[in-house]
């Protein structure tokens, strides 16, 4: 399947993730972009639901060259938008997330590499009980917040849990796990001691800018190594200035450069799958905030290409 983008205006047409066909036929492509229109683990405010569609209309200013690397996604790899994994009972939690995991069985087993947008951030959860099944693998996090904690007003299961759940049931390996850009008060000083006690490697905004961002890039490789990594990206991760589309935003975050700096680095790990999670429409009046979830995806394209073709040889 190759598609040309230049064929018609940008503003036109049905909207795709970054202008790809729409597929149903998973053979025809290696990368499959896919939205995840559910918020139902939200503990605040909710509207990420609205995610998928207003980052896809975002995602037509997405262009075929990354001018500061030189990827060319869509020469290196075959690129579809396979559409939305709708859940079959959005208003129940456990069974959205039974059928969410239930569309992303098949895109594992046909070998696809997934890039994804949300949605909130539990929906990561069942995308690794399918794509992690055969063992656990490390986890590259953006994110204001830790998403370790637990038992929330008499659920395990929230968009502030998912990664303390993935580790408990071997689909993340905890100590190759890097939390970037944690920071905001606490409603309770051990809200992410899961974190800590697990082993992962948390970098508070505070050491971020202690460090250096050349030096977190140096960090994200020491800990991940040569496992097979997923990356995921909360957009309440950057400053709530480039973000303001968000339940939960954190001031005081990185920039959107310091996150495609970061993102750009990570072509030569052994990526299976990366999600941009919780943009929230319905607070974002400019669009900002899907254009910057747009790019992250656009950005974890370009690495994902070069690290699919790599795996191939
Ligand atoms: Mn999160
Ligand atoms: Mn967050």
Redesign the pocket.
Same mark, same amino acid.
């Given at each position: 399947m190759s598609f040309d983008p230049k064929l018609q205006p940008r503003y036109s047409g049905i909207p795709t993730f970054m202008r790809t066909p729409y597929t149903t036929e998973l053979s025809e492509i290696d990368i499959a972009l896919i939205g995840v229109p559910f918020d139902g683990g939200v503990t605040n405010r909710t509207g990420t639901r609205h995610g998928p569609r207003e980052v896809r209309n975002q995602s037509s200013l997405m262009r075929t060259v990354n001018q500061s690397t030189g990827v060319a996604p869509f020469e290196l790899c075959r690129v579809g938008d396979i559409g939305d994994a709708v859940p079959d009972s959005p208003f129940e939690l456990t069974g959205a997330h039974d059928s969410i995991q239930a569309f992303y069985e098949p895109v594992k087993a046909a070998g696809l590499l997934p890039i994804s947008a949300g949605g909130d951030?539990s929906i990561t959860l069942p995308i690794l009980r399918a794509m992690a099944k055969d063992g656990p693998v490390a986890l590259v996090h953006f !994110?204001a917040?830790c998403?370790t904690g637990d038992n929330y007003l008499g659920s395990r299961f929230h968009?502030?849990s998912p990664f303390k759940i993935a580790v408990e049931e071997g689909l993340i390996d905890p100590k190759r796990t890097i939390q970037i850009g944690i920071r905001g008060g606490l409603t309770d000083p051990n809200q992410w001691k899961f974190s800590y006690d697990s082993g992962m490697r948390v970098i508070l905004i505070d050491e971020f800018y202690q460090m250096g961002v050349d030096a977190v890039i140096e960090e994200i490789h020491r800990v991940v190594g040569d496992a097979r990594t997923y990356v995921t990206f909360?957009v !309440?991760g950057l400053d709530p200035v480039y973000a303001p589309g968000t339940g939960t935003p954190e001031v005081g975050g990185f920039t959107t450069f310091e996150a495609q700096k970061m993102i750009r680095s990570l072509a030569d790990l052994d990526i299976i799958g990366a999600d941009v999670?919780?943009v929230a429409p319905p607070f974002d009046p400019s669009g900002v905030t899907a254009l910057v979830g747009a790019t992250m995806m656009w950005e974890l394209l370009c690495v994902s290409a070069v690290a699919l073709q790599r795996r191939r040889g």
């Open positions: 951030h !994110d917040h998403d968009h502030g909360d !309440d999670v919780e």
